[in-house]
């Protein structure tokens, strides 16, 4: 009996997954990210992930999301989406219990592939569901088939799962020995991984047989740090086992009543999962705990305990038909044997145990044993050939280094004649260099000859203000107060703009020239902000004020960044001159990995035309239009800052600089 329970629950667990990544926080970021998907190979393999996350949560969605991929990769014309899809199908069937599907799925993807690692899928598909319908040496062939490829492919992932599943095929023979050898290779391996949904599988089989040959302390174990890495999974079906294994312990212990809540457990989480698997092993536990207390009670509570027994049982065995459960029908017809006998109906008991006597037999038949041996020996044979041809791609080797020594030597040769070749070529390059320098010395004439124009259109504001002057001391008598105090403000904003536009010039025209580059260091922003606050000391009109909560630090050019935030602070210190309650916030954050600097204030505001100089490279550069837009822009685009302004008439100015 407890041999017979084991193997029931070994039958229901441990598939690989397709997918490495699984879990509640990928299924949300995929439901998130799937309709903004074209519908393309890429929705497709958004979908596949889904239904493989879906796979030890809840099947019958990942079979909702494999079929959905295949559709999409049917109406794409994708062969491998559909084999992928067909795979992602049959392992979400595989674990609700339906192996004729799994058979059906996968051999239908078999043909419409070569990729490798898809084609290793398969094979492990087929090899599981032959495993349930205890076609052990067809599920051996299979799952080598499978171990092979992944080798080839040197994927360590499902070397590791694919090791796990021949050690569960090993011990339904009954060859503990070599099953907890591939059990240990499995585990070995899931733990260097760190694949902690591999280990909770491993360690799970492992705990069943040491049940099995009667090591319950040890099997507690490997049970107890299987449920603990299967609640870090959100594994419901890794959890759910669990309960099945401890009741089962308790049940070997002769201890049916403590059994009992775990068996009930275990049933509530199948029945909410939809797997009619996991339910009938429930149910065909549950049935096997009441013959236990039957077996202890008094007449009466034993035909109650009996009747309920033969309930469950019957219920079992149906759904075991259902789904071509061999192993779990044959269990079911041993029990059912028992009820009789403890009913004291030998006839009928007699009947019942010929049926699970031929179940068992063909379960456990000399000619599966024999093909066994043979697949075994063909392992072995195909390992030993392997070895002898890498003994002989290393003799290759070997051979291939002499001549690769060959080639080196005519390679060194042939290396020798192109510097020779190159030496010639640089010497005319040299000669080219020396044309574009007396072209560069050129264009700095030119350039020369431009700041020259400038400067002569700055002369003009100057001769103005000297002539002011000289008025004022030569011939004070020709003017009057009031031409005197309108004379001297004019002069006054006269001059003011033209310090301010010589700054913005000379910083502009530094900016255009090629050597000219940016120190990018770490900053931060707190620092800045005290820059200005020290700056702009003397409008004290103007309420200025700074919020930097996460104190920000960016990466950027610090002379650059500087000028920038003063020429906004400036240009908005402008704005609000004839503004009531003059108001200027500087504002500080980070978000999605990036800094934000923003510069609002309460004036009046401007068009999209007014700031056209921050974003459009063609607008003509002038002292009178714009000078600091253009210097703004071009500082920005130096050290990678992108600039957005939101403003309207009436509505204020808010200017945003972003650094990735």
């Given amino acids: 009996m407890k041999k017979q329970l084991v193997l029931l629950l070994l039958c229901f667990y441990s598939f690989a997954i397709y997918s490495q990544k699984s879990g509640n926080s990928l299924i949300d970021s995929l439901v998130k990210q799937l309709p903004s998907i074209k519908e393309d190979t890429t929705h497709v393999n958004a979908l596949l992930d889904l239904s493989m996350a879906y796979e030890k949560i809840d099947p019958t969605k990942g079979l909702y999301y494999g079929e959905k991929a295949l559709a999409t990769s049917i109406g794409c014309k994708w062969k491998e989406g559909i084999s992928r899809s067909l795979c992602c199908i049959s392992a979400n069937y595989l674990v609700s219990g339906e192996s004729d599907m799994v058979l059906k799925n996968s051999l239908r993807a078999l043909p419409l592939t070569t990729n490798k690692q898809t084609l290793s899928f398969v094979y492990r598909n087929l090899g599981m569901a032959y495993r349930s319908k205890a076609s052990y040496s067809k599920a051996l062939d299979y799952s080598f088939k499978a171990l092979s490829i992944s080798e080839e492919l040197k994927d360590s992932v499902n070397i590791a799962q694919t090791l796990n599943k021949i050690g569960s095929i090993y011990y339904y ?12 290779k499995s585990l070995k391996l899931n733990t260097r991984l760190n694949a902690k949904s591999g280990m909770a599988d491993v360690l799970l ?19 107890s740090k299987a449920l603990k890495l299967s609640i870090e999974q959100n594994d419901r079906i890794g959890i759910l086992l669990n309960y099945l294994v401890t009741g089962k312990l308790h049940l070997d212990n002769n201890e049916p009543d403590k059994a009992l809540p775990d068996i009930l457990e275990m049933k509530r989480i199948a029945k ?5 698997r996991y339910y009938s092993g429930a149910i065909t536990t549950q049935a096997s705990i009441y013959l236990k207390m039957a077996a202890k009670t008094t007449p009466a509570g034993k035909d109650t305990l009996l009747s309920r027994a033969e309930f469950l049982l019957r219920e079992a065995i149906m759904l075991s038909k259902h789904v071509n459960n061999l192993l779990n029908l044959s269990l079911n017809y041993k029990l059912l044997s028992e009820l009789y006998s403890l009913k004291g109906d030998d006839k009928q008991a ?25 697949l075994e020996d063909s392992r072995t044979i195909a390992l030993k050939d392997k070895e002898i041809e890498l003994n002989k791609l290393s003799i290759e080797s070997k051979e291939k280094q002499k001549w690769f020594l060959i080639s080196g030597i005519l390679l060194f040769s042939v290396i020798v004649i192109l510097l020779i070749y190159q030496n010639r070529s640089r010497k ?3 000669e080219k260099l020396h044309i574009l320098n007396a072209e560069l010395e050129e264009a700095n004439r030119i350039k020369t000859r431009f700041f020259t124009i400038l400067n002569h259109d700055l002369r003009s504001p100057v001769s ?18 009031q031409s005197k105090h309108a004379m001297e403000t004019k002069v006054v904003s006269a001059a003011e703009n033209l310090l301010i536009s010589m ?21 931060h922003v707190a620092q800045l902000f005290e820059d200005l606050r020290n700056h702009f000391l003397s409008a004290e009109t103007i ?41 200027i916030v500087w504002k500080a954050r980070q978000e999605h990995h990036k800094t934000y600097l923003s510069i609002t204030d309460n004036g009046p505001g401007g068009s999209e035309e007014q700031f056209k100089a921050l974003y459009d490279e063609t607008e003509v550069v002038g002292i009178k239009t714009g000078l600091g837009l253009h210097l703004i822009r071009d500082l920005a685009k130096a050290i990678n800052c992108t600039i957005t302004v939101e403003s309207k008439a009436g509505a204020g100015v808010c200017v945003i600089l972003s650094f990735s």
């Fill in 350 to 374: 007699k009947e019942v145990y010929i049926l699970y006597s031929d179940f068992r037999d063909s379960i456990y038949n000399n000619e599966s044993k024999e093909t066994i041996k043979n």
């Fill in 428 to 430: 005319k390059t040299n």
């Fill in 173 to 184: 023979t009954d060859d503990f020995e070599k099953a907890l050898l591939y059990f240990n």
């Fill in 205 to 223: 089989n492992m705990g069943i047989l040491y049940s099995d040959s009667y090591k319950d302390s040890l099997a507690l174990g490997y049970f």
């Fill in 503 to 523: 700054e913005d010039l000379l910083l502009w025209s530094k900016g255009q020239m090629q050597n000219f580059q940016p120190v990018f260091k770490t900053i």
């Fill in 272 to 276: 909410e999962l939809g797997n009619n």
């Fill in 464 to 481: 103005n203000l000297i002539h002011f002057l000289h008025l004022k001391n030569e011939s004070p008598e020709l003017l009057t107060e």
């Fill in 543 to 583: 309420r200025i004020s700074f919020e930097d909560p996460e104190h920000c630090i960016l990466i950027s050019d610090p002379d650059y960044l500087k000028t920038i935030l003063r020429n906004l602070t400036g240009n908005s210190v402008k704005a609000l001159e004839k503004t009531g309650d003059p108001i």
